[in-house]
């Protein structure tokens, strides 16, 4: 299995700052098949990345990934009240199964 | 637009198996794959695994040996099964759709539901 490991655990940032989240994978994730989704307490997560850089269609430009192979980053360049929750990357390739990382709370300062 | 609906006992007994089953509305169940994700409370996500409408499946294979996902086309529902549950099972369960294919993100989630197992 691909072992996602996201750092930091928690990122305390305010309003406005830029918050860079760090997604690595233990072998290369094919095709960057990599994603990443936001949850809010209590609602199912939000796909917002998917291709490791593609936005989905709605999602704030303020959002954007990056990254091949092991190395993964979601930028979220200003951020606004509503951003601060927990973030999770996923590996969606033919290396079956999928898995997730265990996610980077982004509280508010 | 597509809309997920799980539904099923929120409480099951250990040993016992559990049954969950996931309506598709706004959109047929046919073309696209469809997986059950699971989130014990206050953790992370574990994809449990997918079904595509003609029947082929694809299971984690921490889970494969107790779980069983089956679809109904008529009905555009897709069901779980999982065996032999223990208090690790507890859960909230989610159904998710994967809009291009097998190596595809999920778009669309479901609320949603709470599985506890306890006696």
């Known amino acids: 299995d691909i072992v996602l490991t996201q750092s930091p655990g928690t990122l305390s940032l305010s309003p406005g700052e830029r918050a860079t989240l760090s997604c690595r994978a233990s072998?290369?994730?094919?095709?960057?098949?990599l994603a990443w989704y936001q949850q809010k307490p209590g609602q199912a997560p939000r796909l917002l990345i998917y291709g490791a850089s593609s936005r989905v269609t709605g999602i704030p430009d303020r959002f954007s990934g990056s990254g091949s192979g092991t190395d993964f980053t979601l930028t979220i360049s200003r951020l606004e009240p509503e951003d601060f929750a927990v973030y999770y990357c996923?590996?969606?390739?033919?290396?079956?199964?999928?898995?997730f990382g265990q996610g980077t709370k982004l509280e508010i300062k | 637009q597509v809309q997920l609906q799980e539904s099923g006992p929120g409480l099951v007994k250990p040993s016992e198996t559990l049954t969950l089953t996931c309506t598709v509305s706004?959109?047929?169940?046919?073309?696209?794959?469809w997986s059950w994700i699971r989130q014990p409370p206050g953790q992370g996500l574990e994809w449990i695994g997918y079904?595509?409408?003609?029947?082929?499946?694809n299971y984690n294979p921490s889970l494969r040996s107790r779980v069983t996902i089956s679809v109904d086309t008529s009905k555009n529902q897709f069901s779980l099964k999982l065996s032999s549950v223990t208090a690790a099972d507890t859960a909230v369960y989610y159904c998710?759709?994967?809009?291009?294919?097998?190596?595809?993100?999920?778009?669309?989630w479901g609320q949603g539901t709470l599985v506890t197992v306890s006696s």
């Open positions: 079904i595509y409408h003609s029947g082929s499946s």
């Open positions: 996923q590996q969606y390739g033919s290396s079956s199964p999928y898995t």
């Open positions: 072998q290369s994730v094919s095709s960057s098949y």
């Open positions: 706004g959109g047929s169940i046919s073309t696209y794959y």
């Open positions: 998710a759709r994967h809009p291009h294919g097998d190596n595809s993100p999920t778009d669309f």
